[in-house]
T-cell receptor
């Protein structure tokens, strides 16, 4: 069975500071990994994904994540936070042969202070 | 391309009633997945439909059901509503082959009184 753990339900950073949102996964096979963002009263927007190939993936809005198999991690980073980054972020995993089913972490709310 | 659309956006129902939610996928997408989002349980997978067939099912009671039409549009139905069914119901669509990515709609917020 697959599972996802996001460390820290709330993360607060100052504008311009580094953003680091942590995600660890459990999977019996090399998974596909995703980060989604959700703004209030909206659906989920894909930030980035890892399927195969290069382990450092770049997404939209300056975010990137690195797949580390040895650490079973897929942490999300952004060098400089912007006020508009304040939202809830979800890490998700799927089995490569079952990509219609996403398993989500509990989410991390990012607060950006001026 | 238009994104995933869900109707209605908001619903208020009372316990014991039933409800039907609709999802129109991105043009050309043939897979539709449904998720329930609540503050307590987070995002949970309900089911996935592909070519009018249920391909995956999550751990929800039989009161939750769905279907998909030949144009890939999907509906989910919840019968005998309970207070705990109050949630944001999200629909996502994806293409059929390769490294599928799910694209989400804005959701339907259901309140059960």
């Amino acid at each position: 069975a697959q599972s996802v753990t996001q460390l820290g339900s709330h993360v607060s950073v100052s504008e311009g500071a580094l953003v680091l949102l942590r995600c660890n996964y459990s999977s019996s096979v090399p998974p596909y990994l995703f980060w989604y963002v959700q703004y209030p009263n909206q659906g989920l927007q894909l930030l980035l994904k890892y399927t195969t190939g290069a382990t450092l993936v770049k997404g939209i809005n300056g975010f990137e994540a690195e797949f580390k198999k040895s650490e079973t991690s897929f942490h999300l980073t952004k060098p400089s936070a912007h006020m508009s980054d304040a939202a809830e972020y979800f890490c998700a995993v799927s089995h490569p042969s079952n990509t219609g089913k996403l398993i989500f972490g509990q989410g991390t709310t990012l607060q950006v202070k001026p | 391309k238009a994104g995933v659309t869900q109707t209605p956006r908001y619903l208020i129902k009372t316990r014991g009633q039933q409800v039907t939610l609709s999802c129109s996928p991105i043009s050309g997408h043939r897979s539709v997945s449904w998720y329930q989002q609540t503050p307590g349980q987070g995002l949970q997978f309900l089911f996935e439909y592909f070519s009018e067939t249920q391909r995956n099912k999550g751990n929800f009671p039989g009161r939750f059901s769905g279907r998909q039409f030949s144009n890939s549009r999907s509906e989910m139905n919840v019968s005998t509503l309970e207070l705990g069914d109050s949630a944001l119901y999200l629909c996502a669509s994806s293409q059929t082959t390769g490294q599928q990515t799910q694209y989400f709609g804005p959701g339907t917020r259901l309140l059960v009184l």
